[in-house]
């Protein structure tokens, strides 16, 4: 497992960035909803990314990604979309990791073209398609790792190479992995994304996005952002202070629950196939244990071809079949019938995304009632 700066991660998540209440000296952080300051002492006004709650929560944030500064976005693809459209004009292109969240695949698809920037979409674990996608006018790669659905690991520093020679910015979407398993600054790229709705939340109730990176970097990202508004309310980003004090433990809980819940559904008879990168025969295992301090909570399995996907998921009384990922309870989905749902089928194949494929993001609940959950449904559906 990668030993680099995953110090002191549950100190961070509790403490950094935590304002303080100097009238009342309450132990939390004060809300401050005001979205008007006093216009000769600041220039603080929400949209301009400077509020306190905003600043607080960045500062964590930044803590635990080993980066100089964040930004606050009221979604995940708030974050996306203004971070790719700060850095890319009319005339550039972009490079992007063939498998990518299914949100992210739509603005390309159906934005981009209409403010004329062109993209490509690779498989960046081959070296030489790599290469072969790289333009003139390129500018940005953009990539995910693990990835969606099939836990496809890149490795972080090859990529933030190549990036490097050849004058590109390098984003990650870090979502999957959370700041605790993943620190993609360390091995040099440029930007984290993360989807706040997911890991960092962890309760499946704020939606919110954030971007990490060098000062300069994110002072330009900030510069248009506060053009494009796609901002946090200060509750939200009160809320989000809240449960990433929570992240390192809950993080480390579904770590651990997903790498048994692998073991012990690579051995079961009614599932064909397992997508873990724990799992010693996952085919990124190797680069996985290089460069992620933990393997992550999100795992994916093929059921048996006579075994109804949908009649197994309703037999499931723990796991809940829900499109959403990261809360603290478990919950599955179908990639087919849900994110990947737009998709043409020919292309789904091709990426290895079967019909009979469920994606089960693990919570904190006791290992051995999710496991007993699913042999039960396993049992019934598989007979
Ligand atoms: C959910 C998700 C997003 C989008 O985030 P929203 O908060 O829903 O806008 C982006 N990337 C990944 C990997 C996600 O899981």
Known sequence: ???????NK???CV???NLIDEKYHGNISP???SITYDFIESDVYPRYFNTPNQIGVCEKISDLENADLSLLFGSGLGAISTTMLSLLKKGDHIILQDSLYGGTINLVNTEFKKFGIEHSYVDVSEKDKLFASLRKNSKVIYIESPSNPLLNIIDLS???DFAKNNNLVSIIDNTFASPINQNPIDLGIDLVI???TKYLSGHSDILAGSVSGAKKKIEMIKSSGLNFGSNISEYTAWMLERSIKTLKIRVSTQN???LNLSKFLFDNNFVSKVFYPGLENHKNHAIAKAQMHGFGGMLSFELNSNIDPIKFVQDLKIIKPTMSLAGVESTITSPVLSSHKKMDPEVRRGLGISDNLLRLSVGIED???LMLDLDKALIKNGK
């Open 256 to 258: 651990d629950s997903a």
């Open 367 to 369: 290992f051995e009632d």
């Open 31 to 33: 809300i401050y909803p």
């Open 10 to 12: 549950s100190t961070k």
């Open 194 to 196: 993360h989807s706040a």
């Open 158 to 160: 090859s990529i933030s």
């Open 1 to 7: 497992m990668s030993k680099n700066n995953n110090n």
């Open 15 to 17: 403490h950094s960035g």
